[in-house]
């Protein structure tokens, strides 16, 4: 052994070490090479997936190209043709700045890369495997850049297994694409998934149509549209109508500079302008932020989600302002109006468009809606599943419902005799079917958290210490001072569970290194879900490695409105089967409740 050398890493650790922090999952690979594309000043893009990412993305695009010289280059580390001076760090005029996606993403998966220019009279192309060139030649593709990126961690089997499944990265994909979409309605963007298009642009689209083609017709019509300008801060885009708030919270998109950005203040903002329509919930939101470049820090960081407004207090009251302004002028400007009882935080529709006395008399309230509003009852944009275990048992001849409490059912203490049944997918949130002794239902979130806990606790107590993958970039973990005097007293676990943390002045700590098994924003939550657990149960209760577990596990879950097809349920059933514990959830939630076929008889008077 050669101790006590020093050797300086390969390019191909190296990348490696990159990748882990660039490429998280399918939906990285394609937010990089969607923003290259768009760089590249495509006017057509096409994202095609495969196997939720796993398998197969290819992204094409009829933009600039890249010549001989450029296509040799562009997967090697830190060339870029975009990075200037360290000056550029601070400005956001092109997506990429690092020079480092496309050398990250070609060290963990198998990738082919065409490209032409205006110029080239033919097209290039060139094979990589793990970031290794294999092949090279031409072609006579178009004008363009197209990306094949298959197998993604081919070479690095545990980060591939703590993938979520195909369906669950599948929609993390289309989040991404629907993110970047909006942003760019100039730009046509076509999205198939498994050969089948999801989602097909127009060129030279506005932001409303592209809305329409992003997340339906519907909602996109009736939104509002949002300009407000105060303290430096312009606020534009559209919002829904106060009486459609039931959204999902992956349904807020905030962009900054047109970049797709998630900060808390900014959804809090919105959230808080409906809150005197008596309405909760997540309102579909499409606001562009602009403000000067000092008024804001971008985490240097390669995913770059994270900013951070110099003045939040601010930045939370224009958009507060320009949603609540938007909702109060459309109610001036659309007529009918509806009733706001005082009692009751609901809307109930007084009269029709025409009802003059009504709109006079309720204008004075404030509040008042878009011709929209009184019209037949719409489609629910995303609402959560509605409960339909009552129609399922409903005697309708005797008007009389068996509601489904924990008499008629009962978590079974085993279930036995499985053979291969059939499922049937209750409301996208539970898996039915019959086993030796009844009616059976799963609820398919708390299963799937069952089956992946067990499945990181095995990965992690094999482990004679977990192997840590350090990171580029140090992540800042703020806490409180009592949070902070907590994670204090666990680092010495954390660190056997491969998180290296360091104290960082105040109540932060810097993250340097994460367990390799998992993806940065995993470990990130898991240190927070940590800490919550350590102020709510003691250490005692639940150890580190628990903790970390279950966060994992709750992250990467099904949740309740995932589809999945027959093979999916088939799996997570037979999986649940083989798990210790197959009737709970880490949380303690029922995975699982029978129906015994006796008292299906008994309800039947047989
Ligand atoms: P960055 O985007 O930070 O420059 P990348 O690794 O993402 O780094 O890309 C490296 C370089 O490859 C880019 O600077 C660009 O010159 C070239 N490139 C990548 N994708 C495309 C594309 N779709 N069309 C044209 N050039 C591209
Ligand atoms: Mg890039």
């Known amino acids: 052994m050669n101790l006590g050398h020093i050797q300086s890493l390969s390019e191909e650790v190296i990348n490696k070490i990159a990748a882990g922090e660039?490429?998280?999952?399918?939906?990285?690979?394609?937010?990089?090479?969607?923003?290259?594309?768009?760089?590249?000043?495509?006017?057509?893009?096409?994202?095609?997936?495969?196997?939720?990412?796993?398998?197969?993305?290819?992204?094409?695009?009829?933009?600039?190209?890249?010549?001989?010289?450029?296509?040799?280059?562009?997967?090697?580390?830190?060339?870029?043709?975009?990075?200037?001076?360290?000056?550029?760090?601070?400005?956001?005029?092109?997506?990429?700045?690092r020079g480092e996606a496309i050398a990250s993403i070609a060290a963990i998966s198998q990738m082919t890369i065409t490209s032409r220019t205006e110029n080239d009279s033919e097209a290039r192309w060139i094979r990589l495997s793990g970031g290794n060139l294999q092949e090279s030649g031409t072609n006579n593709s178009r004008k363009g850049t197209a990306f094949l990126v298959e197998d993604l961690f081919f070479n690095t089997p545990v980060r591939r297994n703590f993938l979520g499944s195909d369906a669950l990265e599948g929609s993390r994909v289309l989040d991404t694409v629907t993110r970047i979409a909006i942003a760019n309605p100039q730009v046509r963007i076509d999205y198939k998934v498994n050969g089948r298009d999801i989602f097909t642009g127009v060129e030279g689209s506005d932001l409303r149509n592209r809305i329409a083609e992003a997340l339906g017709a519907g909602i996109a019509r009736k939104m509002v549209p949002v300009d407000h300008t105060e303290a430096g801060i312009h606020v534009t885009g559209f919002v829904a109508p106060a009486d459609e708030t039931r959204g999902k919270r992956n349904h807020m998109f905030?962009?900054?500079?047109?970049?797709?950005?998630?900060?808390?203040?900014?959804?809090?903002?919105?959230?808080?302008?409906?809150?005197?329509?008596?309405?909760?919930?997540?309102?579909?939101?499409?606001?562009?932020?602009?403000?000067?470049?000092?008024?804001?820090?971008?985490?240097?960081?390669?995913?770059?989600?994270?900013?951070?407004?110099?003045?939040?207090?601010?930045?939370?009251?224009?958009i507060h302002h320009a949603v609540r302004n938007a909702l109060q002028n459309e109610g001036e400007y659309g007529a009918p109006v509806i009733h706001l009882s005082d009692a009751v935080p609901n809307f109930a529709p007084v009269g029709t468009s025409n009802d003059a006395s009504s709109a006079t008399a309720y204008a004075a309230t404030g509040y008042s809606f878009s011709n929209d509003t009184v019209q037949e009852p719409r489609?629910?944009?995303?609402?959560?599943?509605?409960?339909?275990?009552?129609?399922?048992?409903?005697?309708?001849?005797?008007?009389?419902?068996?509601?489904?409490?924990?008499?008629?059912?009962?978590?079974?203490?085993?279930?036995e005799s499985f053979a291969s049944p059939q499922f049937f997918h209750l409301a996208k949130t539970y898996l039915v079917c019959e086993d030796a002794e009844g009616l059976l239902l799963i609820d398919q979130g708390a299963a799937h958290q069952r089956i992946l806990y067990e499945r990181a606790l095995k990965i992690i107590e094999n482990g004679s210490g977990i192997e840590t993958q350090e990171l580029l970039f140090p992540e800042l973990i703020e806490l409180s001072k009592v949070e902070a005097s907590l994670l204090q007293s666990v680092?010495?676990?954390?660190?056997?569970?491969?998180?290296?943390?360091?104290?960082?002045?105040?109540?932060?700590?810097?993250?340097?290194?994460?367990?390799?098994?998992?993806?940065?924003?995993?470990?990130?939550?898991?240190?927070?879900?940590?800490?919550?657990?350590?102020?709510?149960?003691?250490?005692?209760?639940?150890?580190?490695?628990?903790i970390i577990a279950k966060a994992w596990a709750k992250g990467n879950a099904y949740q309740a409105g995932d589809s999945l097809s027959s093979e999916e349920m088939a799996q997570l059933m037979a999986q649940l089967i083989a798990t210790q514990d197959p009737m709970t959830s880490p949380y303690g939630r029922p995975t699982l409740m029978r129906m015994p076929i006796e008292d299906i008889n008994k309800r039947f008077k047989r």
């Open 491 to 546: 680092l010495e676990n954390m660190d056997q569970l491969g998180f290296h943390l360091e104290p960082f002045g105040g109540g932060s700590f810097q993250l340097r290194g994460i367990p390799r098994e998992l993806p940065l924003s995993r470990a990130i939550d898991a240190v927070h879900e940590l800490v919550e657990s350590l102020l709510e149960e003691g250490f005692d209760a639940n150890p580190a490695h628990d």
């Open 254 to 318: 905030f962009y900054l500079q047109q970049r797709p950005i998630w900060n808390p203040v900014a959804g809090k903002a919105v959230v808080r302008a409906y809150e005197p329509y008596g309405k909760q919930g997540y309102p579909v939101t499409v606001l562009f932020l602009d403000m000067p470049d000092m008024d804001f820090d971008v985490n240097v960081h390669p995913t770059k989600k994270e900013v951070r407004f110099v003045n939040e207090n601010g930045v939370f009251l224009a």
């Open 22 to 97: 660039v490429v998280e999952r399918p939906s990285s690979v394609v937010k990089e090479l969607l923003e290259n594309a768009l760089d590249a000043n495509a006017t057509w893009i096409e994202i095609q997936i495969e196997e939720g990412g796993k398998k197969r993305i290819r992204i094409t695009d009829n933009g600039n190209g890249m010549g001989e010289e450029d296509l040799n280059l562009c997967y090697l580390r830190h060339t870029t043709s975009k990075l200037r001076s360290a000056e550029d760090l601070f400005h956001l005029k092109t997506n990429g700045f």
């Open 379 to 415: 489609r629910r944009f995303e609402a959560p599943p509605e409960p339909i275990a009552q129609d399922l048992f409903s005697l309708p001849e005797f008007g009389k419902v068996i509601p489904l409490t924990s008499k008629t059912f009962q978590t079974p203490t085993k279930v």
